[in-house]
């Protein structure tokens, strides 16, 4: 009951932090609560169309909470949060953790923040210094919103396979 109370703080607050791909939450060790992933339509976020999970070993990860990186929502449409209107910081926490295909022009995608390109052909291993223990964070400040939506949407080039379209956690803070 705890974390549910929270959770609706945090989101009346405009911040909204998800562990994709996680079924659980979990605290961060600065405090944050990260949120269960969820279905859009069920709640006040969630992602849409297009999704997989998986849960990965982290085993060496080099980041203050190797844990955000363990699970791993992939092949992924978009996300979308039901927000007040004004501006926001998101936050997305990225780590390619399929070891076997982890090497240069494998796991490119585009990211678009409110229909603006923030990510183009973003290549998750280059962003990791081609380190498989390393993890690329990226934060986009003043996103406008004028309605009551937030949406970040995943691409790719149309020749890639969908699945390399991926994301371990995000954060949508209210500035």
């Keep these: 009951f705890q974390n549910i109370s929270e959770q609706a703080a945090m989101i009346r607050r405009g ?7 996680s079924s659980g939450f979990y605290r961060a060790k600065n405090g944050t609560l990260f949120f269960p992933d969820c279905q859009k339509g069920k709640g006040d976020y969630g992602h849409v169309g297009s999704y ?17 990186f363990m699970s791993e929502a992939y092949a ?8 007040t209107p004004g501006k926001y910081k998101v936050r997305l926490y990225l ?9 240069p022009d494998t796991f490119i995608f585009n990211v678009d923040v409110q229909g603006k390109r923030v990510l183009d052909n973003f290549d998750v291993v280059i962003a990791c210094n081609s ?8 934060d986009f400040s003043d996103v406008e919103v004028k ?8 691409t790719t080039d149309g020749k ?5 379209k991926l994301v371990n956690a995000i954060e949508v803070i209210r500035q």
Excluded: Q, T
Aim: with cysteine; proline share 3%; charged share 35%.
């Design 15 to 21: 911040h909204y932090a998800v562990n994709c791909g």
């Design 147 to 154: 309605n009551d939506l937030l949406e970040i949407k995943f």
């Design 131 to 138: 380190d498989f223990s390393e993890v690329a964070i990226r």
């Design 52 to 68: 997989l999970n998986v849960v990965r070993n982290i085993e060496g990860i080099k980041a203050d909470d190797p844990e955000l």
């Design 76 to 83: 992924v449409d978009s996300y979308k949060f039901k927000v």
């Design 160 to 164: 890639r396979d969908p699945s390399v």
């Design 95 to 103: 780590k390619a953790g399929y070891k076997k295909a982890f090497k």
